[in-house]
């Protein structure tokens, strides 16, 4: 989910300075020793680059994941579903602030972050990018797509960046939250009338493999993942955490008496991992491109709320410049 930025192509790649090779040496030896890489430390251009995109690239797709539940807010069921997915709203807008934050402190701004997103040009996970038709959507969302989201964070509290590593630690608190709500969803569906059951599947088939795809291509497609491994952003391939997503999953599936949506899926008795069946990636990369089925809404979406709460931003920093300069003449006048 947070590692498909590593597969983009660095455009500076080869263009950097020679870097130090003592200081390259010793920056390594402390990620091998599990220390963490702080941000006055110094990092290899390509270390910091790395980060950029991935964090700012996290904090994107939180921020966008907003949206598909916000749909939501005014149609839940019961006022106590509303109070839980606001907070779980509230919660994602937390950790994209958390995570702009973080990736500040690598140089890059966060207007400059901002400025990307809007522009069309930043990328962030493709599951934001589908719809969400029914209320099981959000227990799928929670349940497939949050769930995904802890198998990829919680080795991320043990990012060799501090910043990042510390800002996961709540993240993923909140995340399990968020998974739970989603299960229980889920739960109520499958437990309730037919035809709520059908509305759950129905989710769950829609949510499936978007979800599983969220963990970015097949390792050996995979362009940056075995340096990030080495610097220890990562600590597991991309294939590894989606098998682990899979095992867990699907007896939990099997608990609420629904259907995997893959014919192929078969458990292996020899490995003892339940293997999926193939899965589209040309969909993943249509999405990923700026081709899903909202992609357009969602980018608009934001770019005009960002519109809309200009005059919020402006009165604030008026107000800012003003307490500033009172405080300034009170100063001049003692």
Known sequence: MYTQALNEKDPNAG???AEDPVLEA??????????????NDWMPAAYRRTLQRQIA????SEVIGMQPEGNWLTRSPSLKRKAILLAKIQDEAGH???LY???ETLGI???EMESQLLSGKARYSSIFNYPTLNWADMGAIGWLVDGAAIMNQIPLCRCSYGPYARAMVRVCKEESFHQRQGYDIMMQMAKGTPEQKAMAQDALNRT???????FGPHDSDSSHSEQSMAWKIKRF????LRQRFINATVPQAEYLGLTIPDPDLKFNEETGNWESGPIDWDEFKRVLAGNGPCNHQRLSTRQKAVAEGEWVRDAAAAHAAKVAARAANKEEAA
């Open 26 to 39: 010793r920056f390594q030896a402390r990620v091998d020793e599990e220390m963490r890489i702080e941000p």
């Open 96 to 98: 994209g602030l958390y």
């Open 208 to 214: 499936w493999w978007p979800s599983i795809m969220m």
């Open 101 to 103: 934050s973080a990736a």
């Open 15 to 17: 263009k950097d300075k």
């Open 237 to 240: 391939s991309n294939d590894d």
């Open 109 to 111: 701004s966060r207007e």
């Open 57 to 60: 690239q996290h904090a994107h």
